[in-house]
């Protein structure tokens, strides 16, 4: 099925972000801590001279980044070689790329294009893996693998 949602188009059998409230799987933050980079450092680090930060930054409510790599020009770009990619904010994440999907329904107009991973629908949504969910209940996982086109 194909659906226009808030302006985006979104097709049920495309993997789509999944959208999650950070605070449900049991092991994101681990992940945060082990591989995450915190792009609003990133970015005060960039104009900032100081060698130390402790004093010139604080940020209650970082964002950090789960699965990416920098490019030739210095900018993030998802690593193909992660097992899945991420925008971690305090209140939402985001799992823009993953070997794992649900059935979801569509989020709210907050997040356009997107699947609500706490409520079962009919739409694909990349999901976090198995083990970063833990304990936590959640939607039916099931493994994606993208299919390869010979160059074409």
């Known amino acids: 099925m194909i659906k226009n949602h ?28 082990r591989s995450g980079i915190d792009i609003d450092l990133e970015e005060h680090c960039k104009e900032c001279k100081n060698e130390y930060h402790d004093d010139c930054w604080m940020d209650d409510e970082p964002t950090y980044i ?47 294009g997107q699947g609500d991973l706490d409520t079962p629908g009919e739409f694909l949504a990349f999901t976090l893996p198995p083990e970063v969910w ?11 693998k993208e299919v390869e086109t010979d160059g074409e």
């Open 6 to 33: 808030w302006g985006i188009t979104v097709d049920s059998e495309v993997p789509t972000t999944g959208v999650l409230n950070s605070s449900d799987p049991y092991y994101l933050y681990e992940d945060v801590t």
């Open 134 to 144: 833990g304990e936590k209940e959640h939607l039916k996982i099931e493994e994606w």
């Open 66 to 112: 789960i699965g990416f790599k920098k490019n030739e020009e210095g900018d993030y770009v998802l690593d193909e070689k992660a097992e899945y990619s991420a925008i971690v904010g305090q209140q939402e994440t985001q799992v823009l790329r993953s070997g794992y999907v649900s059935r979801v329904t569509l989020c709210s107009p907050c997040f356009p």
